[in-house]
């Protein structure tokens, strides 16, 4: 199966191509405008500024595949930026309406795990996530060489909440954790990362059952009739 994963829910950008577990390429927009694309066994090189579609022609070019030879899309679900995802969930879409591809979403959280887990960072582990308003998504997970299991549910807490809660051997990992906790690990959620957990999974579905996983109701604020002037 060969695999596209867009990663759009932190400032951090990514889309990366895997075929049978293997990642053959990925390129990476940070905030700052730039982007590294790698592919398993060449260096890493940087590019220009360049827009999501750009990223796709670029992490194909360099996995050598054509868009015809995709056959699932991965998307990062989040929590994070509603814009990204739902960007990123509008291309897998059109994507599906045009080539009939399968579609897969994931928790961003979940990648933030499976990355730790990669980088040895092992014992409990807090994923934490901007939500804004003051507020701080976190997921927690027991982490070990053999693999990383959720514990409870995803939340949403004031950072205060989550400070006094935190235990003296938690780690605290995540795109902003350094805003909140001092002695967080700096993590985005990657691409790569995604498009290995989505050869472990079968929750395909189509386009219109995908949502970002976003724990607050919407809130829409009606703005006040026109008053018409009288001449």
């Known amino acids: 199966m060969t695999i596209l994963a867009l990663e759009f829910s932190s400032p951090q950008r990514s889309v990366a191509v895997a075929r049978a577990g293997r990642v053959l390429g990925e390129v990476i927009e940070t905030g700052a405008g ?12 940087q590019t220009g500024a360049m827009g999501a579609f750009r990223m796709i022609e670029a992490v194909l070019h360099e996995a050598k595949l054509e868009r ?20 990123a969930l509008a291309m897998a879409q059109g994507w599906q309406l045009a080539r009939g591809v399968k579609l897969l979403g994931a928790s961003s959280m979940d990648c933030l795990a499976a990355q730790a887990q990669a980088e040895r960072i092992f ?35 004031t950072a205060a909440e989550i400070q006094s809660q935190a235990g003296a051997r938690e780690i605290s ?41 976003y724990l607050r ?15």
């Open 34 to 45: 730039l982007h590294r694309e790698r592919k398993a066994g060449a260096s890493s090189r």
């Open 68 to 87: 015809e030879q995709i056959e699932t899309l991965a998307i990062g679900l989040g929590p994070g930026s509603y814009t990204g995802i739902r960007a």
């Open 123 to 157: 014992g409990r582990v807090n994923a934490i996530v901007d939500a804004q308003r003051n507020e701080i998504y976190q997921a927690t997970y027991e982490i070990s060489a053999h693999g990383w299991s959720a514990i409870g549910s995803l939340r949403i807490l």
């Open 173 to 213: 990992i995540g795109p902003e954790v350094t805003h909140w906790f001092d002695g967080g690990r700096t993590m985005f959620p990657r691409a790569a990362t995604l498009a290995q957990l989505a050869v472990q999974r079968d929750g395909f579905g189509g386009g219109e059952q995908l949502e970002p996983i």
């Open 217 to 231: 109701e919407a809130n829409f604020t009606k703005a006040p009739a026109r008053k018409s002037a009288t001449l």
